[in-house]
Structures are given as C-alpha cells and as structure tokens.
C-alpha cells in the first residue's frame, strides 16, 4: 500500500515537502490520544529486544538517525512508529536556515538520497526547551532521546569548542546521549575538524559543559559520542579510535553520509553506503574492544542489513533513507525481526563476527 502511494503521490511532489506533509501526520497522529495508541498497537516496538545501554532500558536495538527529526518535534511519533530511541538533530548553538533549496535529492534507481541541507534547524535554546516538555511528563522521560550537535556555519573552526560546548551546555540535561557531528558535508570546513589535532579539544570542551550541565541539574553524566564519515582512510578511523579510548568517550556512531559520488554537493545516503558502514564498524570493534558502544548506520534498508551491522560489532542500529522507501512498517520490521533474533538466542553473546554478517547476507540473498 505505501509503495503505491510513495510512486503514485509522494515521488511527484519535492522531497523536502513530502518530508514535511509526512512528519506532520506521524506528530498529529502522536497528538492524537485514542489514534496514538490504536496506530502503537499495529506498530510500536515489538517486545523481546530490549537492551540495557550505558544502563539505560533501550525499548529496542533499532532507531532513527540524527536528521529526521532536527528540532525534536516528533519524538512521540516516531517512538509510535517502532523506534526504540530517536536521535535528534543536527542541533547547532545557535539557529539558522541551512543551504538554499533545492537541497534533497530522491536516487530512485538505488533508493536512496542526496542532501545537502546544511543542518537547518532552530538552536539549541530552542531545542532544549522542547526537550524539557517532553522530560516534564512520565511519557517522555520513558522515551530514549539522543542529540546530535553540529557546528553553527558562521562560527570559526578555531572557534568550534566553544560552539560545541554552548550547545551541549543546554541539551545535556534532556538527552540519554549526545553525539558530537564533525562528519556532515554540508557544512563548509566541518569534516576538516575530524582530524585529531582538531578533535581532541572539541571533544574535550563539550564533556567538561556537558558533565557541568547536568551536575547542576541534579542528573546523571550523559554519555558522549563522536560520529564520523565513511570517507575517512583506515588510518583515520583507527587515529579516531585510539582518540576515544584516550578521552574515554562512551561510543562513535559509524558512518554519516558519503561525498564519494559525482551526482552534485551534498552526501548521498542509503543501501551504497551498506558495505563500507560495516567495514567501519567492524574496525572500531578490533580497535575498541567488546565493551566500546558503537552505533551502525547506513545502508539499513530491511532486517537483514540491521542484523549484519550488529553481526560485526554494532551495539545498536539506526536507519533514516530507509524510512522514506519503506514506509510506516518500516522499523516495526526491524525491531520485530532484532526482537525475533534476540528471544531465540537468549544467553549469546552481543557481539558476532564478520562470519555472521556473511550468513545473513546469505540468508537475505
């Protein structure tokens, strides 16, 4: 059904608007007390997949990637959808409009997307107050919120700690993670910022506010992560690992979009970016060791492509462009399907090897 209303209607119309007309029913449905739960009965988390990370209860493995949801408006809704946790954002210090439209591309041959939208969202003053409704009510402080934070596009590079720190400042009382975004190219110089030398401080600035913030709200330490790109060498993603386990950061999400295309600006997302995210993650599982939180994404289209991810090391798992192909099933699937795994092989170990992402490549072919 929703393939046909995706080619009949939704293709045609431009993809930023479609994503706009969608996000706005998924949070009138949210809205909407006899609909919200009649809509998270049919697709709502599937129980048997829980996980306990950094001790905290994740409904499920599966969740939606930063840039969905910029500005934390629709985190009811996607928890409605099957989500067992929302990562919101991107969130810069302070508020601006991104890059001109155009700025979202569909790839509908590969199912796909290219954006170039320049994290456009409202601030994290903004951001944080909604943030603090939602932890205000029993329902929204069982709902798992990660915030993704960028750089703001006017401040300096040199200027880029304090940047980070203000944003994290504000926001840290309300996540349950926040990962620090060096790895976008949609913003000018901000992947330069993922080498070492540029890295160790921002990181450094944004733990001291963020542990600052919540001492004074009375809350636990929030963990902090770093997301890189799919573009980085080898050598670099090993330098970025050896920089977490120096800082004792409490995980990196891998990967973010990829530049490695000749179709325009912006960096392309969806099932291309599938073999080299895992390659990645399965990376900084050899360099992290077993207990290192590392997120997947990239690539997720069905349940099979979560399973490999988790197969080579992830902890948890996200997806995005799959969301916009598959419709509003789309992470009942996967979470039902990792639900599913997780009750037939109670008493395993987390963490699999790359021979158990060739057999459910297998199983998938």
């Known amino acids: 059904m929703y393939r046909l209303l995706f080619d009949l209607v ?27 739960d009649v809509v998270g009965a049919a697709f709502g988390v599937r129980r048997g997949g829980e996980a306990v990370v950094w001790g905290r209860r994740f409904p499920s493995r599966f969740g939606v990637a930063a840039g969905f949801d910029k500005d934390a408006r629709g985190v009811a809704g996607l928890a409605m959808l099957g989500f067992g946790f ?47 409704r939602l932890r205000s009510t029993p329902r929204g402080r069982r709902l798992v919120v990660g915030v993704n934070l960028g750089k703001t596009k006017v401040t300096p590079a040199e200027q880029a700690p304090q940047d980070y720190a203000t944003s994290a ?36 600035a944004t733990r001291v506010a963020a542990d600052e913030a919540t001492t004074r709200a009375g809350r ?41 295309h000749d179709l325009g600006p912006g960096g392309v997302s969806g099932p291309r970016l599938l073999p080299r995210g895992l390659d990645v993650v399965a990376r900084l599982r050899s360099r992290l060791g077993p207990e290192a939180v590392i997120i997947g994404v990239g690539g997720i289209s069905d349940p099979a492509d979560a399973r490999e991810y988790l197969a080579v090391g992830a902890t948890l798992v996200q ?13 009942t699937r996967i979470s039902g399907a990792l639900a599913a795994d997780a009750r037939t092989r109670a008493g395993q170990p987390p963490h699999g090897s790359r021979d158990g992402a060739h057999d459910a490549r297998q199983e998938r072919r």
């Open 220 to 260: 636990p330490v929030v963990p902090l992560l770093v997301k890189i790109a799919p573009d980085l060498s080898d050598d670099d993603v090993d330098a970025v690992a050896e920089l977490a386990a120096e800082l004792g950061l409490d995980g990196v999400v891998a990967v973010n979009t990829t530049v490695a």
């Open 319 to 331: 997806g995005y462009t799959g969301f916009i192909y598959r419709g509003p099933r789309y992470a």
């Open 86 to 132: 929302v990562e919101v954002g991107t969130v810069t210090a302070e508020a601006q409009p991104g890059n001109e439209a155009p700025r979202l591309w569909r790839l509908l041959e590969e199912r796909g997307l290219r954006n170039r939208m320049g994290f456009n969202n409202e601030g994290s003053q903004a951001v944080a107050a909604r943030l603090r």
């Open 10 to 36: 939704l293709r045609r119309l431009d993809p930023e608007r479609a994503h706009h007309l969608a996000f706005g029913l998924i949070r009138g449905v949210a809205a909407t007390p006899v609909l919200r």
């Open 169 to 204: 400042g504000r926001l840290a009382p309300y996540a349950d993670y926040l990962v620090v975004n060096v790895s976008s190219p949609n913003t000018p110089g901000l992947r330069d910022l993922q080498s070492v030398d540029a890295l160790r401080p921002i990181l450094e």
